[in-house]
């Protein structure tokens, strides 16, 4: 009689999709947990001081808002240069009309510089709402104010500090 070989049955193993799949479905939901809705406000929406200061309304108004004031910086800045590189192809016979338009486009290239440093500053204060600490003053850590930073959103400093700031400003330009 011929040997017979029991063929040996290999080990059939159920894939272990259930832990991986409980371990995404817990995973997220800790993401829905950690992840915020985004908060929607309406345009003529105004901080008010009776609300909690710095709460995600106010930074959602200030991000806003900062947002369009650079949008309008930056459309201005690009009409001028734009504008104002047309003008260099005229030029005046006249030393007079030549020095005029010399001080004009100077005097021009200031404004846009100063708002180029002011767009900067206004990156500076979106960086500091993402990062929580704006409306805050970076050097006493005391609130800024409502009313102060709907005059000046890019502001950085308490009245306080930023008068003190200014005076050593004043002092060491003395020197």
Known sequence: MPKTTKAKKK???????????KTKKAAAKASIKISKTPIKISKNYIPKDTEKYMCEKHKVFFRIKLNEWKKELV?????ALYNGSMDDNSISADIVDQASSYTDKNVEMKAINRQIKL????????????????????DTAEPI??????????????IAAQEKHEKDEKVHADD
């Open 119 to 138: 767009i900067s500053e206004i990156d500076k204060a979106l960086m500091r709402i993402r990062d929580d600490t704006y409306g805050y003053c970076l």
């Open 145 to 158: 104010g409502l009313k102060r930073l709907m005059a000046r959103p890019v502001a950085k400093y308490t």
């Open 75 to 79: 459309k201005a800045n690009n009409e």
């Open 11 to 21: 080990k059939v193993t159920k894939p272990k999709t259930k832990v991986i799949s």
